[in-house]
């Protein structure tokens, strides 16, 4: 008896979902996604550009309401337009190569690992289990110039004196590679791993060589998975902040310890509207910069073949 | 054996490609192919038949580059293509699965091999477009593979490889992901295209029928070995195993003992009696190794056995027939023929030692109701007469359509006597 009086009732349930039309049953599915992204990112997003027009109180705290473009006016200095300039052109370094070196690595993954594939794939996670300002301050006691690293280069006789590496653009680059490799990695792997392996077979049939082969076949139908590799690490590295804070010492800013500091700092150091300025331009900056990029890709995917 | 293999490989100039002696064994265990001697002459249209796992496709691998042989040489034109990888070969594939490249035109996909040989790009242009022309594509070169169907990237893939002029084309059951008519069609065109271009074709499938329709010469595989090789008709009409005679076509296997052995003479066949529990069955072969003794299998195909009125034969079997009595178990209408199963036994009632034979006559038009009264008609004439379940039938055929079978232990030591060159009989069966 039971078991046929629940159907029923679960029965007008569905009814009712069902009588709305289907724009009414999709708001609904997405309701929980608006209503997350409205109050945690939308919301904080506005607020956000709402303080960079207000005017700083001068001894940090919450700026008074207002409209004033003196912030934006602000960032024009070109002490800032300078960290705006060494953020992008080590986001864009960094990105290059954690490619140059994930790409390799991926291809051997996908292609050479068979057996050993889950283990290797498991030995690139399993740092990530730990957090990532524990594995960056491990890097500072390997790269301090009483550090691990400076010891043993020492003994083997390879170098003479400490290593001076600490606290330098090197030892940010070391971090950057070490940590956003993993995320050049897994979509490289994902690619390389669906590329149907008759084509690269079809291609050397063909008369091509290993070389011509990956040129014309292999590397444009994993494209995609450089775009999203590439995507995946230069924008957040865009925003870093950690590891010029650990490794860089105080010399080697990114936007991010800028901002961070017009937030965090005592008294007159901080600047709340400044802050806000610098975090509204570094998003309409990824944004252009993001759009130019996937215009790029997609207008080489619609090229047909590969001419001459 | 080996000696005797090289000395034969020496005369290069009949044979495009050759296999002399080749193995291949995947990881420690896997034997993907056993010895295999194979020559194939150039310009004909070539089969390898087998069931799946039968070694066909790394036999077509291993000419093609992408496997090398673990022992013996393959030689292309009469070069030891040894340790030579795919893109130093003269010979070209088309896929199973086609494997167009998803990124490239139509156009850019036939154009690839040449534009890796450099050509200049007029040359490309006007080969591409002959190349489309001749698989009656013209006008798709600026299409995506994707845009088209499957019959249509199936064409692609063909004129991509013939448009490198290969030595060889080796083709990879091409047509299996083709719907039946269009299988039919396309089977028909490559025949003719074949035929145009005069390049030798190998050509792998598990479709028996296809092979026939489609081969000079048939190669049957069965788990890594050479079974048979000939032309279709050798092969289906003097199957040498009885995997063999069961692979193509229907068959009827009787098994039986051999009774008496008369040798060949005169150019005459020999003759060979066998004991079996349908009665004594004389079989003209020209398979006269067989001792007076051994256990042998019978194979008697469905079409070539006469079904006759059990009233109308007569007592006294004709000469050069053989003929059996038994009663009709099962009668369906295929359409171009009626099939028949017939119980047959010692008794031609039909007893425990019996079995059923199926007989395939061909429809004439003949009715069942009103056998012609004409007596002057011959009965013995297959289809005139349309027999229901449960008649008495008398079953005929001449004495050379039985074939008779060694049935020494299994198939493939039969196989290994049999075919000329297999050197090793009873090697590595675990």
């Not at chain 1, 979509?187 to 077979?201: F, G, I, M, S």
């Not at chain 2, 079974?227 to 063999?244: H, L």
Request: glycine fraction near 10%; hydrophobic fraction near 40%.
């Amino acid at each position: 008896m039971r078991a046929s009086a629940n159907p029923s009732l679960r029965d007008r349930g569905f009814s009712a979902i069902q009588r709305l039309p289907l724009w009414g049953r999709s708001l609904l599915l997405l309701a929980p996604a608006f209503v997350w992204y409205g109050v945690f990112f939308l919301a904080p997003l506005v607020n956000m550009v709402i303080i960079s027009f207000e005017e700083s109180s001068g001894y940090g705290g919450p700026p008074a309401p207002g409209f004033h473009l003196d912030s934006y006016r602000q960032l024009l200095n070109p002490l800032y337009l300078k960290v705006f300039g060494v953020t992008l052109r080590m986001a864009l370094l960094g990105t290059v190569a954690c490619l140059l070196v994930g790409y390799p690595l991926a291809y051997f993954l996908a292609t050479r690992a068979s057996r050993h594939k889950t283990t290797l794939l498991l030995l690139i996670i399993v740092p990530f289990w730990t957090s990532f300002l524990i594995r960056t301050y491990a890097w500072e006691t390997i790269l301090d110039s009483d550090g691990v690293l400076s010891n043993i280069l020492q003994a083997l006789g390879i170098t003479h004196g400490s290593l001076n590496v600490l606290y330098t653009p090197t030892a940010i680059f070391i971090g950057i590679l070490y940590n956003y490799l993993p995320l050049m990695i897994f979509p490289l792997y994902v690619a390389l791993d669906r590329l149907d392996k008759r084509l690269v077979e079809a291609s050397k049939d063909l008369g091509a060589g290993r070389i011509a082969t990956f040129w014309q076949v292999t590397l444009p139908l994993t494209l995609p998975g450089v775009v999203t590799g590439c995507l995946l690490v230069f924008i957040p590295l865009t925003g870093e902040y950690l590891i010029p804070a650990i490794l860089g010492g105080s010399k080697n800013l990114f936007m991010g310890n800028l901002i961070g500091e017009q937030f965090q700092g005592q008294g007159a150091s901080s600047d709340w509207p400044f802050g806000a300025a610098l975090g509204v331009t570094v998003v309409v900056l990824l944004l252009i910069v993001v759009n130019i990029y996937l215009l790029a890709f997609r207008r080489v995917q619609s090229v047909p073949g590969q001419a001459g | 054996m080996r000696s005797e293999v090289d000395a034969t490989a020496r005369d290069a100039s009949l044979y495009d490609v050759e296999l002399l002696g080749v193995s291949k064994t995947f990881g420690a265990t896997t034997q993907a192919v056993h010895d295999l001697t194979l020559r194939v002459e150039r310009g004909i249209f070539l089969s390898l038949l087998g069931p799946s796992g039968c070694g066909k496709t790394t036999t077509l691998r291993l000419i093609a580059g992408f496997e090398q042989p673990t022992t013996g040489s393959i030689m292309i034109r009469g070069r030891d293509v040894a340790g030579l990888p795919p893109y130093r070969r003269d010979v070209n594939t088309v896929f199973q699965s086609y494997a167009l490249f998803p990124h490239m035109t139509v156009a850019d996909n036939i154009g690839y091999g040449l534009r890796q040989q450099h050509l200049h790009r007029d040359e490309i242009r006007r080969r591409v477009g002959e190349a489309l022309e001749m698989v009656r594509l013209p006008g798709a070169g600026g299409r995506r593979p994707a845009q088209l169907s499957g019959g249509q990237q199936q064409r692609v893939a063909l004129a991509r490889a013939l448009v490198n002029r290969p030595t060889v084309l080796l083709l990879d059951e091409p047509l299996s992901a083709l719907d039946l008519k269009l299988r039919k069609e396309m089977q028909q065109e490559l025949k003719a295209l074949q035929h145009e271009v005069g390049i030798t074709f190998i050509y792998v499938t598990h479709d028996q029928e296809e092979a026939i329709t489609l081969s000079n010469r048939i190669v049957v595989m069965n788990g890594g070995r050479l079974e048979q090789e000939g032309s279709p008709t050798e092969v289906y009409d003097r199957p040498r195993t009885r995997f063999v005679a069961d692979f193509i076509g229907l068959t009827n296997f009787i098994e039986g003992r051999v009774r008496e052995v008369i040798p060949a003479v005169n150019g005459e066949q020999s003759t060979v009696t066998v004991t079996t529990g349908i009665g004594e069955i004389c079989c003209a072969s020209d398979q006269s190794d067989v001792s007076v003794g051994e256990a042998v299998t019978i194979a008697l195909r469905p079409e070539k056995v006469s079904l006759v009125e059990s009233a109308s034969a007569d007592d006294s079997p004709r000469d050069g027939w053989s003929t059996v009595g038994g009663i009709v178990t099962q009668a369906a209408f295929l359409g171009a023929q009626n099939e028949y199963r017939v119980r047959v036994g010692k008794e031609s009632s039909g007893g425990s030692q019996g079995q059923e034979i199926v007989v395939r006559q061909q429809n004439l038009g003949a009715m069942a109701e009103t056998p012609p009264n004409d007596e002057s008609s011959s009965p013995t004439i297959d289809g005139w007469r349309v027999f229901g379940p449960g008649e008495r039938v008398v079953l005929a055929w001449r004495h050379e359509v039985g074939l008779v079978l060694r049935d020494s232990g299994d198939d493939r030591a039969t196989g290994d006597r049999v075919s000329a060159q297999a050197p090793t009989p009873h090697a590595s069966r675990a």
